[in-house]
């Protein structure tokens, strides 16, 4: 039970979808488990140091960053030309400032280069070589490639190779489709004692992902979204759905138009909208009174949350 | 008048910002009202002949692009380092599907590459090279950079390039203001006489960004969207507000949820939202009921409809 006046929370994902008990090895069931909970309490000792929001989200989402088990940073998986290319965003409730990059290689922590880029330049989006020179010039640590090569992402690389060269292959379209079903993204919301909320979310993207492709993960108003006057919130999922439907806006607009609790503007968004159009993933979000959601349309989400009366709860299945 | 059952309806614009009446030579003006009728009639012509929204969007757009006058395509700004740099999108209000592309420079027509990552594609956003190579691979013209070259962009460059040599550089941030006060970006909205509405929307930019900057012309929710039940909204400004404020979602789910008239929703969130935090700018859009919206908070707005009655209309100023 927190001593606090006002309610802190803290709630993160470690991705979306459908994964089969029986190759869930116990070791990386108690890795996801292990890694979440390093990842909340990180966040939450923040928060209730009295430390803002921004910083817990940094903090629990570069833990999992780190962490080799997701896929964001160190875990990545690789594009289909066998490279890595991580996106990131950050979003801060009080100010609607947000930062985000796309399509980086040699970033160790794209959080902190989102982060950077709102805080240290005008702008909200920088991408590729472009975002790397601008976390060099921000003093952010750089990484070989190589640092990103894990021997479990690589073997899925190589299996969806395989699985691509079977194929014939009659038009582009078709060996772009989705060759996982899950999305291993991360992010994490939080809420500080002076009432700002803010989100971020990261990611390596899709296993065999092409052309430069950028999903949900660094677009503000689809994969991130924070407004102290309604929630933050930060997805995972088949992230061109999440784009169409700007899903991380649509449901701070609910909550601020529709005057809907976030809990049913989450549940409208991810169980009815995106449900109907075959987008599956979840999201996870707190609103400005520490009401902590965390909401999927797929058989899994890893997820966990520390909420307002201190209570830590990880957990993978429903 | 059309003698259609259904009305069709198509609303245009080249940018807003602070044009001085002074600077603008007959010349220059005759072309930016020339430009825009030529865009306009382009598209309308599809409308009137039963074709759909997203042709009339894509035509009228082309011709845009295709212009020195307006700062996409052909007559793009230059990058801090004297490159040209293109971000476009597309969106279709039926179904919700969308396509965009960020800092594509080798691409004459970048709505055209929009459009075939929309259709041609299981994906919404590739980004430079990447998306360059899904041009070349789906048929689409490719031209060599220097096509973009046109002395009057160059002599902003270089006017641009002088003023930051002048300035002391005493951090990153600083030479990272926005360098003109006219956003040039172009952007097309239609409605056709099955009730389909499309939005799309093209930059070149601002003169002198950096570190693959991408601002909010490529991002479906902030510079584009487009919903049948709503609206079909083009953005054109300060893109970071844009995005920020995820403004053309954010139009659409007040008409949504608030049950707001399209024109007290792009009032509120272009008069109050975006002016109160500082986005200068403006949209275009169109309803179910073929209403049309341009709203501005500039001074100047090129801009251009041609209505359910048939009325043509280009203005600038206010």
Same mark, same amino acid.
């Given at each position: 039970?927190?001593?606090?006046?006002? @309610?802190?929370?803290?709630?993160?994902?470690? *991705?979306?979808? &459908?994964?089969?008990?029986?190759?869930?090895?116990?070791?990386?069931? $108690?890795?996801?488990?292990?890694?979440?909970?390093?990842?909340?309490?990180? %966040?939450?000792?923040?928060?209730?140091?009295?430390?803002?929001?921004?910083?817990?989200?940094?903090?629990?989402?570069?833990? /999992?960053?780190?962490?080799?088990?997701?896929?964001?940073?160190?875990?990545?998986?690789?594009?289909?030309? *066998?490279?890595?290319?991580?996106?990131?965003?950050?979003?801060?409730?009080?100010?609607?400032?947000?930062?985000?990059?796309?399509?980086?290689?040699?970033?160790?922590?794209?959080?902190?280069?989102?982060?950077?880029?709102?805080?240290?330049?005008?702008? #909200?989006?920088?991408?590729?070589? *472009?975002?790397?020179?601008?976390?060099?010039?921000?003093?952010?640590?750089?990484?070989?490639?190589?640092?990103?090569?894990?021997? &479990?992402?690589?073997?899925?690389?190589? +299996?969806?190779?395989?699985?691509?060269?079977?194929?014939?292959?009659?038009?582009?379209?078709?060996?772009?489709?989705?060759?996982?079903?899950?999305?291993?993204?991360?992010?994490? #919301?939080?809420?500080?004692?002076?009432?700002?909320?803010?989100?971020?979310?990261?990611?390596?993207? /899709?296993?065999?992902?092409?052309?430069?492709?950028?999903?949900?993960?660094?677009?503000?108003?689809? %994969?991130?979204?924070?407004?102290? &006057?309604?929630? *933050?919130?930060?997805?995972? %999922?088949?992230?061109?759905?999440?784009?169409?439907?700007?899903?991380?806006?649509?449901?701070?607009? $609910?909550?601020?138009?529709?005057?809907?609790?976030?809990?049913?503007?989450?549940?409208?968004?991810?169980?009815?909208?995106?449900?109907?159009?075959? %987008?599956?993933?979840?999201?996870?979000?707190?609103?400005?009174?520490? +009401?902590?959601? /965390?909401?999927?349309?797929? @058989?899994?989400?890893? $997820?966990?949350?520390?909420? &307002?009366?201190?209570?830590?709860?990880?957990?993978?299945?429903?």
């Amino acid at each position: 039970m927190s001593l606090q006046a006002n @309610p802190v929370a803290i709630v993160v994902h470690g *991705g979306a979808g &459908r994964i089969e008990r029986e190759s869930l090895t116990p070791e990386l069931e $108690r890795l996801y488990h292990e890694t979440l909970e390093r990842s909340l309490r990180a %966040g939450h000792e923040i928060l209730r140091g009295g430390g803002s929001a921004l910083d817990a989200v940094e903090a629990a989402i570069v833990i /999992m960053e780190d962490a080799p088990v997701f896929n964001a940073g160190k875990g990545s998986v690789f594009t289909a030309e *066998g490279k890595n290319e991580l996106d990131a965003s950050i979003m801060n409730g009080s100010g609607l400032q947000a930062g985000a990059v796309g399509g980086v290689t040699t970033v160790k922590n794209p959080i902190r280069v989102a982060r950077a880029v709102m805080e240290n330049s005008k702008h #909200v989006f920088f991408t590729n070589e *472009g975002a790397e020179k601008f976390a060099a010039d921000n003093g952010l640590e750089l990484v070989k490639p190589d640092y990103f090569r894990t021997d &479990r992402r690589w073997k899925q690389f190589l +299996n969806w190779r395989k699985q691509e060269e079977a194929r014939a292959k009659p038009q582009a379209a078709t060996t772009l489709e989705q060759p996982e079903d899950y999305f291993g993204t991360v992010g994490c #919301v939080a809420l500080d004692a002076k009432g700002n909320i803010a989100a971020g979310t990261s990611t390596g993207g /899709m296993t065999g992902k092409r052309f430069g492709r950028i999903g949900d993960s660094p677009i503000i108003g689809a %994969g991130t979204y924070a407004d102290n &006057r309604t929630a *933050g919130i930060s997805c995972t %999922g088949h992230g061109e759905y999440f784009i169409r439907h700007a899903v991380a806006h649509d449901i701070s607009a $609910r909550i601020a138009y529709k005057k809907e609790s976030l809990a049913k503007a989450a549940d409208d968004v991810v169980k009815s909208v995106l449900k109907k159009a075959g %987008g599956n993933g979840g999201v996870i979000a707190i609103d400005a009174e520490g +009401n902590v959601v /965390m909401e999927f349309n797929t @058989p899994a989400m890893s $997820r966990g949350y520390i909420d &307002r009366e201190g209570k830590l709860k990880t957990a993978i299945f429903k």
